[in-house]
């Protein structure tokens, strides 16, 4: 039905900054909810932004407030996250995600069970 492709990942400094790419293509709603979500090592994946495409309202996890900014592009049925001050602890597997339909409650939705249409991840690594 959809499916979507990361890209932008790779390796940077402490303090460096990444843009990722999120292509989604095939069959979709007019409106989705597009989340970002990361995994670390050993630990479990986490929500980290959504926007919603019918009104561009965005949500943010905590840590990614003010550093990291989510993003799309209608027209070119991608979505972006921009990350910046990038932290060794920011090191992850980074995965787009979509539900067809909006983000859940006030407060967005960053839970993975929400999202239906996962890309395969791509990695981010920060060193010191």
């Known amino acids: 039905q959809v499916q979507l492709v990361e890209s932008g990942g790779g390796s940077v400094q402490t303090g460096g900054s990444l843009r990722l790419s999120c292509a989604a293509s095939g069959d979709s709603n007019i409106y989705a909810c597009m989340g970002w979500f990361r995994q670390a090592p050993g630990k479990e994946r986490e929500g980290v932004a959504s926007v919603y495409t019918g009104t561009f309202r965005t949500y943010y996890a905590h840590y990614a407030k003010g550093r990291f900014a989510i993003s799309q592009v209608h027209t070119k049925n991608t979505v972006y996250l921009q990350m910046n001050n990038l932290q060794p602890n920011d090191t992850a597997m980074y995965y787009c995600?979509?539900?067809?339909?909006?983000?859940?409650?006030?407060?967005?939705?960053?839970?993975?069970?929400?999202?239906?249409?996962w890309g395969q991840g791509i990695q981010v690594t920060v060193s010191t």
């Open positions: 995600a979509a539900h067809m339909g909006p983000c859940g409650g006030t407060g967005g939705d960053l839970r993975e069970g929400h999202f239906e249409h």
